[in-house]
């Protein structure tokens, strides 16, 4: 049992000096290390005032999906 435990690490480490290949050291540990890029929001600086209003804007539509087909409200938003 040692024996096919070694010998696979054998053949292993044979196909990572293969000629003409370049394998990255610890790749996998790199790929680990990656983070994901930030993103910062900042808060609206504009003041709306005291008599702003939010206006919206909803219709319905109709999707196709797996198990049918469904309508969905949808809806925009903003403010004056």
Same mark, same amino acid.
């Given at each position: 049992?040692?024996?096919?435990?070694?010998?696979? $690490?054998?053949?292993?480490? !044979?196909?990572?000096? @293969? &000629?003409? =290949?370049a394998v990255? /050291?610890? $790749?996998?540990?790199?790929? !680990?290390?990656?983070? @994901? &890029?930030? =993103?910062?929001?900042? /808060?609206?600086?504009?003041?709306?005032?005291?008599?702003?209003? @939010?206006?919206?804007?909803?219709?319905?539509?109709?999707?196709?999906?797996?198990?049918g087909t469904?309508?969905?409200?949808?809806?925009?938003?903003?403010?004056?």
């Amino acid at each position: 049992m040692v024996a096919v435990a070694v010998g696979s $690490a054998a053949v292993a480490s !044979a196909d990572d000096l @293969r &000629p003409g =290949v370049a394998v990255a /050291p610890h $790749a996998h540990e790199f790929a !680990a290390q990656k983070k @994901r &890029p930030r =993103v910062t929001i900042y /808060p609206r600086r504009v003041y709306l005032g005291p008599y702003a209003k @939010r206006e919206c804007y909803s219709w319905l539509v109709t999707e196709y999906r797996v198990s049918g087909t469904v309508v969905t409200p949808q809806m925009r938003c903003w403010w004056q």
